[in-house]
Nanobody, 123 residues
Framework: QAQLVESGGGSVQAGGSLRLTCAAP????????MGWFRQAPGKEREGVAGIGSDGSYSYADSVKGRFTISRDNAKNTLYLQMNSLKPDDTAMYYC?????????????????WGQGTQVTVSS
């Protein structure tokens, strides 16, 4: 059973940066679609950024130009660099992996999930 472990969350002021990391030893990222999702209290889970199995990138409109997703297949690690953070970015952030056919920002098409890491942005 593949396991995903997120880290890197924390509390920052608006305008600050964080880098989230998703590690999965023994998990071959290169054959999966990988994504970052977030869920704020009382809101639905939403796609933030994804990398398709073909290497294509997808971003939610709300984070374009501020967030960058990347992966290191040799290290089985996925990253999310978040810059110019806003209070609206406050949420629990999750890493997920799905088959090559999934749509990168559609959360319910993914199979494997991490436990999440909290990001809090204060104004």
């Amino acid at each position: 059973q593949a396991q995903l472990v997120e880290s890197g969350g924390g509390s920052v002021q608006a305008g600050g940066s964080l880098r989230l990391t998703c590690a999965a030893p023994g998990f071959t990222y290169s054959v999966y679609c990988m994504g970052w999702f977030r869920q704020a209290p009382g809101k639905e889970r939403e796609g933030v950024a994804g990398i398709g199995s073909d290497g294509s990138y997808s971003y939610a409109d709300s984070v374009k130009g501020r967030f960058t997703i990347s992966r290191d297949n040799a290290k089985n690690t996925l990253y999310l660099q978040m810059n110019s953070l806003k209070p609206d970015d406050t949420a629990m952030y999750y890493c997920a992996a799905g088959g090559a056919w999934v749509r990168p920002l559609i959360w319910n098409e993914y199979t494997y999930w991490g436990q999440g890491t909290q990001v809090t942005v204060s104004s």
